[in-house]
Each structure stands twice: as C-alpha cells, then as structure tokens.
T-cell receptor, first 112, second 114 residues
Framework: QKEVEQNSGPLSVPEGAIASLNCTYS??????FFWYRQYSGKSPELIMS????GDKEDGRFTAQLNKASQYVSLLIRDSQPSDSATYLC????????????FGAGTRLAVHP | ETGVTQSPTHLIKTRGQQVTLRCSSQ?????VSWYQQALGQGPQFIFQ???????GRGNFPPRFSGLQFPNYSSELNVNALELDDSALYLC?????????????FGPGTRLTVT
C-alpha cells in the first residue's frame, strides 16, 4: 500500500470554480502535512502547511486536515488558468525528523 | 533573502560514471534534504543533513552519499551511475531538522544517464 495516495487526475475545472484536491495517508502517527505546487519542468513550490485538525486558509487556498480519517485536502477558490499545475501532497510521519513522503501528485487543469 | 540554489542545471553522464550535485541552502536555514524525482512521480527522500551530519536516510543504496559544509551548503554524490538514476534531483532547505519545519526546494538538477 502506498504511504501517500492522490488521484492522478487530470482534474479539470472551469475558471472561477473551486478545485478540490484530496490526499490520504497510511501512517496514523503522521504529524505534519504540506501541499506543494509543481509546474511542468519546475521544482515544487510550498503552498500550505497544516498540523492540526480543521481548516487553514491562506488567500484563495484552504487546507483541511482530518487525522481520524487520515485525510488532507486542498481547496482552491476562484481557480485561474495559472493554477494549472501538479499538486503534491507531502506528509512528515515524525516530529523529530524532517523527512517528507510525497504522493504522486494530482494534475489540475483550469480552462477559461 | 536568497533562496535555495542548485548546480548544475542539467547533466548528462554515462552509466558507471560518478556525479556530484551541489546545493546552497536558503539564508538562515541549517538543514538540507535531498530528493529524487522520477518522471510522473512525487519526490523520494534520499537523505538529510543537519549540522554536517547525515540525519536520516531513505531507501537508497550506499552509492548515494552526501556532505554538508559549515556554511550549510551540501553535495550529493552518486557513484556507479545506473540508467535508473536518470531523474530530477531536488535539494530542499529548512530552518530546523524538526518534523514541523517547512522545506523549500531549489530549482533542481536534471540528470540523464546514458
């Protein structure tokens, strides 16, 4: 079983809509969670980090964490064509050790 | 504030050769992690360096080795290159080795092994 799972997509949404990206993880003791955006041919760029159950908002982005369900999601409001990229979910299973386990990513396509 | 930098940008090597990749951490960051990203996959953790010592290693063979220098910059060395080593190699720096610390990636080095 993969440790971090994401739907590979592509997830296609119209401009202005809400894009919802989901991620599940297998290690129940995981403590910190991150979303990265990666444009084709570029390196991952950190969007959000979340550590506690609930929602965390930053501009058009909202990260949601449910540790009981081992589920983390990213909502992108008012999606723009410039949001078209691969979104990587990353999980750090240990507090004292900074090793990220990544999912394979979900490709998002925002069409005008 | 200077971000994470990596060199070279691209590299072509022959199977069996050795390669050294370099990374300079973001200003104020003391921890460097290296990742390998194959096409269509998420990055895979190779190892992390903190205070010039290896602080954790992923599932990579010993021919992958590294160094961290007093200025927190780092090198990744790969010996006896194999075709499967062709990938994007990413360096990420963070302000601590703790699990909550955010990691920021450099632009990566694209390695092609022929």
């Amino acid at each position: 079983q993969k440790e971090v799972e994401q739907n590979s997509g592509p997830l296609s949404v119209p401009e202005g809509a809400i894009a919802s990206l989901n991620c599940t993880y297998s290690d129940r003791v995981s403590q910190s969670f991150f979303w990265y955006r990666q444009y084709s041919g570029k390196s991952p760029e950190l969007i959000m980090s979340i550590y506690s159950n609930g929602d965390k908002e930053d501009g058009r982005f909202t990260a949601q964490l449910n540790k009981a369900s081992q589920y983390v999601s990213l909502l992108i409001r008012d999606s723009q064509p410039s949001d078209s990229a691969t979104y990587l979910c990353a999980v750090n299973p240990e507090w004292g050790y900074n090793k990220l386990i990544f999912g394979a990513g979900t490709r998002l396509a925002v069409h005008p | 504030e200077t971000g994470v930098t990596q060199s070279p940008t691209h590299l072509i090597k022959t199977r069996g050769q050795q390669v050294t990749l370099r990374c300079s951490s973001q200003s104020g960051h003391n921890t460097v992690s290296w990742y390998q990203q194959a096409l269509g996959q998420g990055p895979q953790f190779i190892f992390q360096y903190y205070r010039e010592e290896e602080n954790g290693r992923g599932n990579f063979p010993p021919r992958f080795s590294g160094l961290q220098f007093p200025n927190y910059s780092s090198e990744l060395n790969v010996n006896a290159l194999e075709l499967d080593d062709s990938a994007l190699y990413l360096c990420a720096s963070s302000s601590s080795s703790g699990g909550a610390s955010e990691q920021y990636f450099g632009p990566g080095t694209r390695l092609t092994v022929t």
